[in-house]
């Protein structure tokens, strides 16, 4: 299984960036797909996830409003939509997938078996 993140970059505040991450290996369709984040000198914290179908989408409080995760299961794709973004946004994102992930699960990493390498995204102020 590979998961390859891309579309990290350096945007000023308030700009936009989209991520994108492209599965292989995997049934994709039948996966959760996630998205976490990291900055130095914290824990890897959950963004956004988007269940199979789409149908259902969570997200961070930090992020609501302004991010937002879609898929598309023909490319086996998951992206991340992001917008407004500030300085504390600032971290290494990975994408991660996690099959049958129940709902207490779907904002822990523990829910996720295959991760990505994660894409740098840096926001200056």
């Known amino acids: 299984v590979q998961l390859q993140a891309s579309g990290g970059g350096l945007v000023q505040a308030g700009g936009s960036l989209r991520l994108s991450c492209a599965a292989s290996?995997?049934?994709?369709?039948?996966?959760?797909m996630g998205w976490f984040r990291q900055a130095p000198g914290k824990e890897r914290e959950f963004v956004a996830a988007?269940?199979?179908?789409?149908?259902?989408?969570y997200y961070a409080d930090a992020v609501k409003g302004r991010f937002t995760i879609s898929r598309d299961n023909a490319k086996n794709t998951v992206a991340l939509q992001m917008n407004s973004l500030k300085p504390d946004d600032t971290a290494v994102y990975y994408c991660?997938?996690?099959?049958?992930?129940?709902?207490?699960?779907?904002?822990?990493?523990?829910?996720?078996?295959?991760w990505g390498q994660g894409t740098q995204v840096t926001v200056s102020s």
């Open positions: 988007i269940r199979w179908s789409g149908g259902s989408t």
């Open positions: 290996g995997l049934t994709f369709g039948s996966y959760t």
């Open positions: 991660a997938a996690g099959q049958g992930v129940i709902i207490t699960n779907i904002r822990s990493r523990s829910g996720y078996r295959y």
